[in-house]
Protein backbone atom coordinates (compact mmCIF):
# COMPACT_ATOMS: atom_id res chain seq x y z
CA UNK A 1 0.00 0.00 0.00
CA UNK A 2 1.32 3.43 -1.18
CA UNK A 3 1.71 6.11 2.04
CA UNK A 4 2.80 9.97 1.46
CA UNK A 5 4.73 11.35 4.41
CA UNK A 6 6.75 14.77 4.20
CA UNK A 7 10.15 14.23 2.94
CA UNK A 8 13.51 14.81 5.56
CA UNK A 9 17.02 15.43 4.83
CA UNK A 10 18.19 11.60 5.21
CA UNK A 11 15.75 11.02 2.32
CA UNK A 12 17.81 13.21 -0.27
CA UNK A 13 19.89 10.32 -1.87
CA UNK A 14 17.04 8.35 -2.04
CA UNK A 15 14.75 11.28 -3.59
CA UNK A 16 17.40 12.21 -6.03
CA UNK A 17 17.68 8.24 -7.28
CA UNK A 18 13.54 8.45 -7.67
CA UNK A 19 14.07 12.12 -9.38
CA UNK A 20 17.25 10.37 -11.77
CA UNK A 21 14.51 7.47 -12.82
CA UNK A 22 11.79 9.94 -13.50
CA UNK A 23 14.33 11.77 -15.84
CA UNK A 24 14.97 8.36 -17.46
CA UNK A 25 11.01 7.57 -18.04
CA UNK A 26 10.64 11.22 -19.99
CA UNK A 27 13.87 10.34 -21.89
CA UNK A 28 12.35 7.12 -22.86
CA UNK A 29 8.67 8.68 -23.73
CA UNK A 30 10.47 11.06 -26.29
CA UNK A 31 10.46 14.26 -23.39
CA UNK A 32 13.80 15.39 -24.41
CA UNK A 33 13.60 19.55 -23.15
CA UNK A 34 11.63 18.79 -19.39
CA UNK A 35 14.18 18.88 -15.98
CA UNK A 36 17.25 19.58 -18.12
CA UNK A 37 20.83 21.22 -16.95
CA UNK A 38 20.63 18.82 -13.32
CA UNK A 39 17.31 19.97 -12.50
CA UNK A 40 15.25 19.35 -10.22
CA UNK A 41 18.64 19.61 -7.82
CA UNK A 42 19.79 18.56 -4.56
CA UNK A 43 19.65 21.98 -3.27
CA UNK A 44 16.00 22.44 -4.97
CA UNK A 45 14.80 19.26 -3.08
CA UNK A 46 16.83 20.49 -0.19
CA UNK A 47 14.77 23.95 -0.04
CA UNK A 48 11.38 22.05 -0.39
CA UNK A 49 11.93 19.85 2.72
CA UNK A 50 13.35 22.63 4.34
CA UNK A 51 10.13 24.70 3.67
CA UNK A 52 7.82 21.95 4.26
CA UNK A 53 6.92 21.21 0.55
CA UNK A 54 8.65 17.42 -0.10
CA UNK A 55 7.17 14.62 0.04
CA UNK A 56 7.71 10.91 -0.33
CA UNK A 57 5.27 8.21 -1.37
CA UNK A 58 6.16 5.12 0.49
CA UNK A 59 5.70 1.08 -0.20
CA UNK A 60 8.11 -0.29 2.25
CA UNK A 61 10.79 2.34 0.57
CA UNK A 62 10.81 5.56 -1.43
CA UNK A 63 8.72 4.79 -4.63
CA UNK A 64 7.80 7.95 -5.44
CA UNK A 65 8.47 12.22 -4.74
CA UNK A 66 6.58 15.67 -5.16
CA UNK A 67 6.64 19.15 -4.13
CA UNK A 68 2.98 20.38 -2.29
CA UNK A 69 2.94 23.97 -2.26
CA UNK A 70 0.95 26.82 -1.03
CA UNK A 71 -0.44 29.34 -3.29
CA UNK A 72 0.58 31.60 -4.79
CA UNK A 73 2.97 30.39 -7.98
CA UNK A 74 4.35 33.47 -9.10
CA UNK A 75 4.45 31.53 -12.76
CA UNK A 76 0.92 31.22 -12.53
CA UNK A 77 -0.16 34.86 -12.11
CA UNK A 78 -0.33 35.06 -16.01
CA UNK A 79 -2.26 32.48 -18.34
CA UNK A 80 -2.31 32.36 -21.90
CA UNK A 81 -4.49 30.83 -24.66
CA UNK A 82 -7.36 30.49 -21.60
CA UNK A 83 -7.71 31.18 -17.67
CA UNK A 84 -7.94 29.98 -15.00
CA UNK A 85 -10.91 27.66 -13.35
CA UNK A 86 -11.07 29.74 -10.47
CA UNK A 87 -8.19 32.89 -10.56
CA UNK A 88 -9.25 34.35 -6.99
CA UNK A 89 -9.45 31.39 -4.31
CA UNK A 90 -6.49 30.32 -2.72
CA UNK A 91 -5.11 26.87 -4.29
CA UNK A 92 -2.23 24.39 -4.02
CA UNK A 93 0.57 23.55 -6.56
CA UNK A 94 2.12 20.28 -7.15
CA UNK A 95 5.30 20.51 -8.45
CA UNK A 96 8.71 17.80 -8.98
CA UNK A 97 6.70 14.81 -9.27
CA UNK A 98 9.20 11.77 -9.65
CA UNK A 99 8.33 7.75 -9.14
CA UNK A 100 10.14 4.62 -10.15
CA UNK A 101 8.67 3.08 -13.38
CA UNK A 102 7.97 -0.21 -11.76
CA UNK A 103 5.99 0.84 -8.80
CA UNK A 104 2.06 1.81 -9.76
CA UNK A 105 0.10 4.01 -8.21
CA UNK A 106 1.96 6.88 -7.26
CA UNK A 107 0.14 9.64 -8.99
CA UNK A 108 -2.92 8.43 -7.65
CA UNK A 109 -1.29 8.29 -4.26
CA UNK A 110 -0.69 12.25 -4.58
CA UNK A 111 -3.34 13.40 -5.64
CA UNK A 112 -5.24 11.55 -2.71
CA UNK A 113 -2.93 13.24 -0.35
CA UNK A 114 -3.15 16.91 -2.36
CA UNK A 115 -7.35 16.83 -2.20
CA UNK A 116 -7.56 15.76 1.30
CA UNK A 117 -6.05 18.70 2.03
CA UNK A 118 -7.54 21.56 -0.35
CA UNK A 119 -10.00 21.06 -2.83
CA UNK A 120 -8.29 23.44 -5.39
CA UNK A 121 -5.48 22.00 -6.74
CA UNK A 122 -2.87 23.34 -9.60
CA UNK A 123 -0.53 21.78 -11.76
CA UNK A 124 1.58 22.17 -15.45
CA UNK A 125 3.88 20.03 -17.73
CA UNK A 126 5.92 20.73 -20.40
CA UNK A 127 4.14 19.81 -23.82
CA UNK A 128 6.58 16.76 -24.66
CA UNK A 129 5.27 15.51 -21.28
CA UNK A 130 2.42 12.88 -22.71
CA UNK A 131 2.34 10.72 -20.00
CA UNK A 132 1.88 13.59 -17.28
CA UNK A 133 -0.80 15.17 -19.36
CA UNK A 134 -2.02 11.70 -19.60
CA UNK A 135 -2.25 11.39 -15.57
CA UNK A 136 -3.87 14.85 -15.10
CA UNK A 137 -6.30 14.56 -17.04
CA UNK A 138 -7.19 11.12 -16.00
CA UNK A 139 -7.59 12.73 -12.73
CA UNK A 140 -10.29 15.28 -13.68
CA UNK A 141 -7.86 18.10 -13.90
CA UNK A 142 -9.16 20.47 -16.91
CA UNK A 143 -7.07 22.15 -19.19
CA UNK A 144 -6.58 26.15 -18.36
CA UNK A 145 -3.50 27.46 -20.65
CA UNK A 146 -0.15 28.19 -20.91
CA UNK A 147 2.27 29.47 -18.40
CA UNK A 148 5.82 30.16 -18.50
CA UNK A 149 8.21 29.65 -16.00
CA UNK A 150 11.30 32.29 -14.80
CA UNK A 151 13.14 30.99 -17.32
CA UNK A 152 10.82 31.68 -20.09
CA UNK A 153 9.36 28.10 -20.89
CA UNK A 154 6.01 27.35 -21.78
CA UNK A 155 3.85 25.04 -19.65
CA UNK A 156 0.70 23.67 -20.45
CA UNK A 157 -1.32 24.40 -17.07
CA UNK A 158 -4.14 22.21 -15.74
CA UNK A 159 -6.49 23.18 -12.61
CA UNK A 160 -9.23 20.92 -10.36
CA UNK A 161 -11.49 22.37 -8.22
CA UNK A 162 -13.44 19.35 -6.18
CA UNK A 163 -17.02 20.71 -4.74
CA UNK A 164 -17.75 22.14 -1.03
CA UNK A 165 -18.93 18.81 0.74
Known sequence: MLTVRPAGPEDIPAVMAVLEAARGIMRASGNLRQWVDGYPSEAVVRNDIQNGYGFVVVEGDIAGYFAFIPSPEPTYAAIYEGSWLDDAAPYHVIHRIGSFPEV???FSAIMDFAF????????????????????????????????YLASGDERLAYQRIDPVL
Open 104 to 106: HGV
Open 116 to 147: SRDRNIRIDTHRDNGIMQHNILKQGFTYCGII
